[in-house]
C-alpha cells in the first residue's frame, strides 16, 4: 500500500496481468515517488501483556472517510476474531505531500477510530506515532526497548474515564425516555419524594465509578461523580451519538451498548465501561485463588491434580490459541482444591480453571 500510494501503481493488478502472460505496463525508469505514505497495521492483541492475541465480537467499528486515507479490511461491527487465524483487523494507511503531514493523518484517523469490544494495539501505535523521537525519523529495531521501556500502553487518565461514565449515564437516560410510552410528558425519573438522585455504577478497569443525577428539566441535569457536581445539558441525541454541552463547552461522543458493556468514544476520550448491576449474582464471583483462561483455547497440558502442593508461579497447566502458548501459573503457594478441565478441553475467556488454596 506505501508503495502504491506513493507511485499511483496498482501493484496487485500489476500481478494478475503478469500471471495472464501479460507484460508489465511500464518501465522502472518511469516510476516515480511523490510525498510520503505510511502503513500501521491494528491487531487484535494486548501490548500490555506482552502483545497477547485477543478474540471476540467487534462491538463497534467506526472510521471517518478523510483525505489521505486508505483503510485494507474486512472487519465491521459484528465481526468474529476466532483464535484460528492471525488476529489482525486492519491495514491503515495515510499519504501526504510530506511525512510530517502523513503522520498528523495517521493520528488522527487513529484516534477518530471506534474499534469496540476487544483489546487492540490502538493505543500503542497512537503511543509510538506521538513519540519525538519517531516523529524526528529516530528510529531502529531497538525503538521500543529504548523509548517504551516504562511501558508499551499509558494508563488512561482518570478524568478520561469519568466524562466517558457521564457521557454513558446521560446517554442511556435519553434512550430510555425515547423508549417509554408510559406518562411520556413526565421528566425522567420523577418522584413523589423527591429526596434521592438516580445512579448507575460503572467499573472502567480497576476503577469504579457510581454517577448520580438528577433531571431538571429541558433536558438539562444536575449530575454527581465523587465529590464533584456539574450541570450538563443534552443537546441532541441520534444513536450512536451523544452531544452535551458542559460548561460552555460541547461535546461530542459514539455511545454503543452492548449488554452490561457501553463503549464511549470521542477523539478526546474514551473508555469501556462495564455497568454493575444493582443485585449482583454472588454465585458468578470468582473464588479465592481461582486460575482463569486468559483467552478462549485448547488445554493442552495439564500438570497439577487436586491435592497437589504447589507454589507461587508454578505452571499449572498450558493453554493453546491462536498459535501461541500460554502458561497459567498458580497466584500464591497453597494446595490445589479444584480442576474444572481436562487436556484436550476447548475453553472460554475467563473460564474457571483452577482454585489453589492458600495454607
Request: net charge negative; charged share 25%; aromatic share 6%.
Amino acid at each position: 500500500p506505501v508503495t502504491e500510494c506513493m507511485t499511483g501503481l496498482d501493484l496487485v493488478e500489476e500481478q494478475i496481468r503478469v500471471a495472464q502472460g501479460e507484460p508489465l505496463r511500464t518501465s522502472q525508469e518511469a516510476v516515480r515517488f511523490e510525498g510520503a505514505a505510511l502503513e500501521v497495521r491494528l491487531y487484535a492483541e494486548d501490548p500490555s501483556a506482552g502483545f497477547l492475541p485477543q478474540s471476540g465480537t467487534v462491538v463497534d467499528w467506526h472510521l471517518p472517510v478523510a483525505e489521505g486515507l486508505r483503510v485494507d479490511s474486512g472487519v465491521e461491527s459484528g465481526s468474529e476474531v476466532g483464535i484460528h487465524y492471525d488476529p489482525m483487523l486492519a491495514k491503515i494507511i495515510t499519504s501526504g505531500e510530506t511525512r510530517d503531514i502523513a503522520l498528523q493523518r495517521m493520528r488522527r484517523a487513529l484516534r477518530s477510530l471506534s474499534v469496540q469490544g476487544l483489546t487492540t494495539n490502538r493505543e500503542f501505535l497512537l503511543r509510538v506515532l506521538s513519540h519525538p523521537a519517531f516523529i524526528a525519523g529516530e528510529i531502529d529495531t531497538h525503538f521500543i526497548e529504548r523509548h517504551l521501556g516504562d511501558g508499551l500502553v499509558a494508563e488512561p487518565a482518570e478524568t478520561d474515564a469519568q466524562r466517558a461514565a457521564v457521557m454513558a449515564t446521560l446517554a442511556e437516560q435519553q434512550q430510555r425516555d425515547g423508549e417509554r410510552e408510559l406518562v411520556p410528558n413526565v421528566p425522567s425519573g420523577w418522584r413523589n419524594n423527591y429526596h434521592s438522585p438516580q445512579w448507575v455504577e460503572y467499573t472502567a478497569g480497576e476503577r469504579e465509578l457510581r454517577v448520580e443525577y438528577r433531571h431538571v428539566g429541558d433536558n438539562r441535569f444536575t449530575v454527581w461523580l465523587g465529590d464533584e457536581s456539574r450541570e450538563p445539558s443534552v443537546v441532541s441525541w441520534k444513536a450512536p451519538y451523544l452531544v452535551v454541552e458542559d460548561g460552555g463547552h460541547r461535546q461530542r461522543a459514539r455511545i454503543v451498548f452492548d449488554e452490561d458493556r457501553v463503549f464511549v468514544h470521542s477523539p478526546d476520550f474514551g473508555a469501556a465501561l462495564h455497568r454493575k448491576p444493582r443485585f449482583p449474582d454472588k454465585s458468578l464471583a470468582i473464588p479465592a485463588g481461582g486460575c482463569v483462561a486468559p483467552m478462549p483455547g485448547k488445554v493442552i497440558e495439564l500438570r497439577v491434580a487436586e491435592g497437589d502442593t504447589v507454589q507461587a508461579g508454578a505452571v499449572l497447566l498450558i493453554m493453546e490459541a491462536m498459535k501461541m502458548e500460554h502458561t497459567v501459573t498458580a497466584p500464591h503457594e497453597g494446595t490445589v482444591a479444584e480442576v474444572s478441565v481436562t487436556a484436550g478441553d476447548q475453553v472460554d475467556a475467563d473460564a474457571l480453571l483452577v482454585v489453589v488454596d492458600q495454607p
